[in-house]
């Protein structure tokens, strides 16, 4: 293929390629994992796994010229928002234009995050080689650096989807948002953090990638842990030198013409376009992952899942948002949450069509599909943060009981027995 940047696209340019997250495998036990037993047999657990690869495959060797078309199209839109929006916060003394800027800026900030950021840092147009969207080079508008994002997102979240103790969007260490969590006090707040978290959802992004809970933890080593507060406070410096002070800066031409309040609006309309886009993002996210319906599971009931449990596990672990194209475009198509999560590494502008073969294999095998008006998926998030935020009267559901310290210990203390059996023959032998 050319290297020119927009050469055109061979058919079957993608047909080869992977992104796809792996399942869940212990090489120390053959013990199968039990995840969708309760719906269909380990034969046809085999089926349904064969049947989605089957799906995918077609779609990859579709993909080709009008899906690199599209994103270029995206792109295009995102960075002539961008433009009009910043034309526009430059005229604070013409009100419409000024918050039309605003507007078109936040539009921007959105696409960017979403349908072009998010996507192609999942590898969804690698099979381009384009260098300007690919997943290893790309860097979005947004104070998390790339790396570990996609660390914590497209390898932790997308491989162990909410599983408990290994997938750490689960709550984000911040909120109860499932019966199987331990309550712990802070949990009380649980809705007014999430309205604080949605306000400042970029920083709350960044600092989850920073993993700083797992540092304490001992769960990561001191160089991993600096090498990501390194990253961070220099994404922080290049985001707030650009929003929050070029910007405004530039702003000062304005003065003689307005006065002295002109670069405070310029930086003003900065803060409320990213406020925006933190909002719009918290949403799509939190209506995806937490409406009441969606499922978690237990790590040892994953273990040694086949291909269809861990297709299961995503179809059971994540909720839908039904709209119209402009919506699911603003959304990053993640509105379409439950084929993402069974098709990360393929561009999201084919999940509508995906999701047609997704219902028909639903209603073939008699599984859930959580689906819902964005109204209707927020309300469930809503309802189910306020009622796990309430203390629960079985003592080994709140983490800092005697009685849940002693489970705990129990289970840590036979994983320890477990681990020394397994090594005991090795040593031997």
Known sequence: ???????????????????????????????????????????????????????????????????????????KVQRASEVLGRIGIFMPFFPPAFIAGILFLGLAKILDNMEIGHNIMHGQYDWMNDPMIDASRFEWDNIAPSQDWKHGHNYIHHTYTNIHGMDRDIGYNMFRIDEDQPWYASHRFNLPLAFILMLVFEWGIMYHGVELDQYLQGKITKEDFQGRRKRAMKKIRKQVFKDYVAWPVMGIALVPFTGWWAPVAILVANVVANVIRNIWSFIIIFCGHFPAEVQTFAEEDAKNENRGQWYLRQLLGSANISGHKPFHILTGNLSHQIEH?????????????????????????????????????????????????????????????????????????????????????????
Do not use: C, W
């Open 1 to 75: 293929m050319s290297k020119t940047k927009n050469a055109p696209i061979k058919p079957h340019s993608a047909r080869n390629h992977n992104a796809a997250p792996l399942s869940l495998i212990d090489p120390t036990s053959d013990k199968q994992a039990t995840i969708g037993l309760e719906y269909m047999t380990y034969d046809q657990l085999e089926d349904f796994g064969n049947e989605l690869n089957a799906v995918r495959q077609r779609v990859l060797d579709d993909l080709g010229q009008k899906d690199a078309d599209y994103i270029r199209r995206v792109i």
């Open 341 to 429: 999560h069974l098709f990360p590494d393929i561009p999201a502008r084919r999940y509508p069509e995906v999701a047609e073969d997704v219902k028909l294999l639903v209603e073939k095998y008699g599984l859930q599909y959580n689906t819902g008006r964005l109204s209707k998926q927020m309300f469930s998030v809503i309802r189910q943060l306020a009622k796990l935020a309430k203390k629960p009267s079985d003592p080994l559901k709140i983490g800092n009981s005697p009685e849940s310290k002693a489970l705990r210990r129990a289970k840590r203390e036979e994983a320890a027995r477990r681990a020394e059996e397994v090594r005991t023959p090795q040593l031997t032998s």
